[in-house]
């Protein structure tokens, strides 16, 4: 089936630790997004990334890095200098091409819990 | 960061009833994405909307993109206890790539 691949959907992490969140596509999109979900809040941007090799910082990218080596693939790493790295993280891909189309598709999330 | 004014934030609904919530941008948006959200779960793409004034509809739901391009609405008519969830507008706004989502409305369904 065509989608997009998170995991782990659990992960737990003791302070002073890096972590890295797996993202997969199948959709054949270029672009890709990672979003951090706190309880009762709206999605935050954190980086995208519009083809391989690129990325951009989106509105919270301090404490987290990525890397876009493959089309398929967006892994985001939630470093140490993140204060406050607990969260529900989200990816999504982008399926259109040209300025005026777009539909943005999530995976299923990974919460991440530091202990 | 920028983020989107969705309202209401909440709601209580008797089964059977019609629902309206919107967004509204102080800047202009080339698009208009509205999302469900079950909890633990990814938000699942409802409907999409792409040109000013444009109305579209997916089953009982029906979303309208703002003449201004500045607002969207969502409409749920005859709710049923599934719609229960947490339902979130997503706007790219114009020379931008960048999604910026609603802080979301909570909806719950009393049977």
């Known amino acids: 089936d065509g989608g997009i691949t998170q995991s782990p959907k659990y992960l737990f992490r003791k302070e002073g630790q890096n972590v890295t969140l797996s993202c997969e596509q199948n959709?054949?999109?270029?672009?890709m997004y990672w979003y951090r979900q706190d309880p009762g809040q709206g999605l935050r941007l954190i980086y995208y990334?519009?083809?391989?090799?690129?990325?951009q910082k989106g509105d919270i990218a301090e404490g987290y890095s990525v890397s876009r080596e493959k089309k398929e693939s967006f892994p985001l790493t939630v470093t140490s200098a993140q204060k406050n790295p607990t969260a529900f993280y989200l990816c999504?891909?982008?399926?259109?091409?040209?300025?005026?189309?777009?539909?943005?598709?999530f995976g299923e999330g990974s919460r991440l819990t530091v202990l | 960061g920028q983020q989107l004014n969705q309202s209401p934030q909440s709601m209580f609904i008797q089964e059977g009833e019609d629902v309206s919530m919107n967004c509204t941008s102080s800047?202009?948006?080339?698009?208009w994405l509205w999302y469900k959200q079950d909890p633990g779960e990814g938000p699942v793409l409802l409907i999409a909307?792409?040109?000013?004034?444009e109305l579209t509809s997916n089953g009982r739901l029906t979303a309208q993109f703002g003449i201004t391009r500045k607002d969207s609405f969502l409409n749920i008519s005859a709710s049923i206890p599934s719609d229960v969830g947490i339902y979130f507008c997503?706007?790219?706004?114009?020379?931008?790539?960048?999604?910026?989502f609603g802080t979301g409305t909570r909806l719950k369904v009393l049977a």
């Open positions: 999504a891909s982008r399926g259109g091409t040209g300025e005026d189309t777009g539909e943005l598709f």
């Open positions: 959709l054949n999109h270029d672009a």
């Open positions: 990334s519009q083809i391989v090799n690129d990325f």
């Open positions: 800047s202009i948006f080339n698009t």
């Open positions: 909307l792409y040109k000013a004034g």
């Open positions: 997503a706007g790219r706004p114009s020379g931008t790539y960048k999604y910026i």
